[in-house]
Structures are given as structure tokens and as C-alpha cells.
């Protein structure tokens, strides 16, 4: 079964400094999200993406957060300048559009982000 | 997006069947009903959808009454493997163009199966 695959799986990084997480969605969708989980707290949405341009994004996603995709098959994530509060689990997930009445997204393990 | 209440947790034995229950009064419509799995430092994964009466996969039944006011996640014979945290999550299936299908996470039901 195709699935969202993310790397790396732990990131650890100084506070201040730029991360880039990558996703690699299934390769027949074309939505994309991220989400991110702080420890112990709720899955929570950060932006969609679709048509090479971001549909929705939550207040979250403020203007150190950016999302690109490429080439046809990565979707990353990039934080500017990290902070403290960013460490989270950030899960990328993807969704099949053609079929509108069963549109289940798909996840990746995702990525650990510790900042320091 | 509709608010959905489901318990906060459940235990079982192995080899019972168990039944989560979500409510979700104010769903509309559109919306279709699905509920993921996830485990400690994984991404939640699919199990089921439905919009309405009974759906059955290979690894859960979902049963959605006339009223679609709450459904039930049955999953047969659980085994220690099957302790994870359930969410249920209403929204509206479909995509129109550019709009997008975010998911609404609540706290989920957290599955504790004992040998």
C-alpha cells in the first residue's frame, strides 16, 4: 500500500536557526497538509496546500513558517527561525481528490523536532 | 466542522469486542464520518468511513443510526497491538477546487487492551 513517507524522523536543532521538514506524498494526490503534535496535546492543522498554492492555513502557520513543493514529488516544510514552542511532532498528510466521496487523508510518521 | 464528544478512555481484554462511541449532534448533511488510529510517535492512520447505516472493512464496523447524531467504532477481538488513541473526526468529504478538507482533531479515546 503507497504511503506519505517523512524525513528524517528526529531533527534537533538550535533555537534561532532554519529547519526544512520533507514529506513525499503519495503519488497520485494532490492535496497536502501539514500538522504538527506537541507532546501530549492534540493533532493540530497548520496548512493545506493544493494547485502550488496554499489553500488554508491556521494562525499557527504565521510568516516563519513557509510550505513548497519542488518538484513533483516532495513537499517540505520550512521554519525560519525556530523557537522553543516549535518542538512538536509535524505530520505531513495527503489526500486523493478524483474520488469526492471518500476522501480519506493519509499520514506520515512524521518528524520529531526537538529545539534547543 | 461539526464537534464530536467521544470518552476519553477504554479498557479491554483481549479478544472482546469493542465499541467506541462519538456523538456529533450538529452534523451537517455533507459530512462524512471517520475515525483514525494512532499509536505513540506515529502519524494517525485511516480506519473507517461512512456517511450513513453500516461500513465494514477488513480491521472495523462502523455503525451510523438514521439520526447520523453518533456512530460506533467496533473493532472484533482485540489484541494488545490494538491499544492505541481513536479519534472520530465529522467533516465535509468533498473538495470544491481550491477549498480544503482539514481534519479537527479532539483528545481522541485512548484504547488500553490488557492481556
Known amino acids: 500500500e503507497p504511503e506519505v513517507t517523512q524525513t528524517p524522523s528526529h531533527q534537533v536543532t538550535q533555537m534561532g536557526q532554519e529547519v526544512i521538514l520533507r514529506c513525499v506524498p503519495i503519488?497520485?494526490?494532490?492535496?497536502f497538509y501539514w500538522y504538527r503534535q506537541i507532546l501530549g496535546q492534540k493533532v493540530e492543522f497548520l496548512v493545506s496546500?493544493?494547485?502550488?498554492?496554499?489553500?488554508?492555513k491556521s494562525e499557527i502557520f504565521d510568516d516563519q513558517f513557509s510550505v513548497e513543493r519542488p518538484d513533483g514529488s516532495n513537499f517540505t516544510l520550512k521554519i525560519r527561525s525556530t523557537k522553543l514552542e516549535d518542538s512538536a511532532m509535524y505530520f505531513c498528510?495527503?489526500?486523493?481528490?478524483?474520488?469526492?466521496?471518500?476522501?480519506?487523508?493519509?499520514f506520515g510518521d512524521g518528524t520529531r523536532l526537538s529545539i534547543l | 466542522l461539526a464537534k464530536t464528544t467521544q470518552p476519553i478512555s477504554m479498557d479491554s481484554y483481549e479478544g472482546q469486542e469493542v465499541n467506541i462511541t462519538c456523538s456529533h449532534n450538529?452534523?451537517?448533511?455533507?459530512?462524512?464520518i471517520t475515525w483514525y488510529q494512532q499509536f505513540p510517535s506515529q502519524g494517525p492512520r485511516f480506519i473507517i468511513q461512512?456517511?450513513?447505516t453500516k461500513v465494514t472493512n477488513e480491521v472495523a464496523s462502523l455503525f451510523i443510526p438514521a439520526d447520523r447524531k453518533s456512530s460506533t467504532l467496533s473493532l472484533p477481538r482485540v489484541s494488545l497491538s490494538d491499544t492505541a488513541v481513536y479519534y472520530c473526526?465529522?467533516?465535509?468529504?468533498?473538495?470544491?477546487?481550491?477549498?480544503?478538507?482539514?481534519?479537527?482533531f479532539g483528545t481522541g479515546t485512548l484504547l488500553a487492551v490488557q492481556p
Open positions: 498528510a495527503s489526500s486523493d481528490a478524483t474520488d469526492i466521496s471518500n476522501q480519506p487523508q493519509h
Open positions: 503519488s497520485n494526490h494532490l492535496y
Open positions: 496546500f493544493y494547485n502550488n498554492e496554499i489553500s488554508e
Open positions: 450538529n452534523i451537517a448533511t455533507n459530512d462524512y
Open positions: 461512512g456517511y450513513k
Open positions: 473526526l465529522v467533516g465535509d468529504g468533498l473538495n470544491y477546487g481550491g477549498a480544503t478538507n482539514k481534519l479537527i
